[in-house]
């Protein structure tokens, strides 16, 4: 513990002692436990946060194909937190990586989720950072579901990209339930003829 001295504006010599003079923050072995504890459950808890997407809606759930043969033959879309993915019988393939999903609109007799996925970054070119599309579903009177929008955002610029005719994203997920769904049943669980 070193003492020196210093002028003051008046004049006056004062005696100042640097252990005093210097900031030191509380050490680990003087800190609270519980504080301790606290901060690591909340590190924790956004970790954990950060690993679970937001899950698709439940009328999404299930196997979605483009008719009946299809449902028979187990190929279709599967809509999930992390992905959408194409089924072929045993091989699933990533339609769209990273979903994020909104619901715009769900009532008795209507449903509309909107849909934004990031874009694959490509190793032989500059990806953009930021890209994204948007795709819009919507229930169809036969208790299917179709994109009735998609649209490709650039990140950087902000520019959108509107495909107006034979886009494949619409034609892919023009789409009806496998099996029993709420959409294509009566109340007593039966298929209306």
């Known amino acids: 513990m070193s003492m020196f001295s210093a002028d003051c504006h008046m004049g006056r010599r004062a005696e100042i ?11 680990p072995y003087q800190r609270s436990q519980s504080a301790m504890a606290r901060s690591a459950i909340a ?7 950060g690993c679970a997407g937001p899950r698709p809606p439940e009328e999404l759930s299930g196997l979605w194909s483009a008719g009946p043969a299809a449902c028979a033959a187990g ?9 959408i993915e194409a089924v072929y019988d045993d091989e ?10 909104e619901i715009e609109e769900r009532t008795e007799r209507a449903f509309r989720v909107r849909i934004v996925y990031h874009l694959p970054r490509l190793g032989s070119g500059a990806g953009t950072v930021g890209a994204h599309g948007v795709l819009i579903l919507a229930r169809q009177e036969d208790g299917g ?10 990140g950087l610029t902000g520019a959108a ?16 339930p496998c099996g029993a769904h709420p959409w294509r049943e009566d109340l007593r669980g039966r298929v209306p003829a």
């Open 17 to 27: 002692s640097q252990s005093a003079a210097t900031f030191r923050p509380l050490q």
């Open 43 to 49: 590190l924790l808890g956004l970790l954990l946060a």
């Open 75 to 83: 190929v279709g879309v599967r809509f999930r937190a992390e992905a």
């Open 92 to 101: 699933v393939e990533t339609l769209f990586s990273q979903p994020q999903y």
């Open 145 to 154: 579901i179709a994109a009735v929008a998609h649209t490709l955002v650039d």
């Open 161 to 176: 990209r509107v495909r107006i005719v034979n886009d494949p994203a619409s034609s892919l997920l023009a789409l009806e």
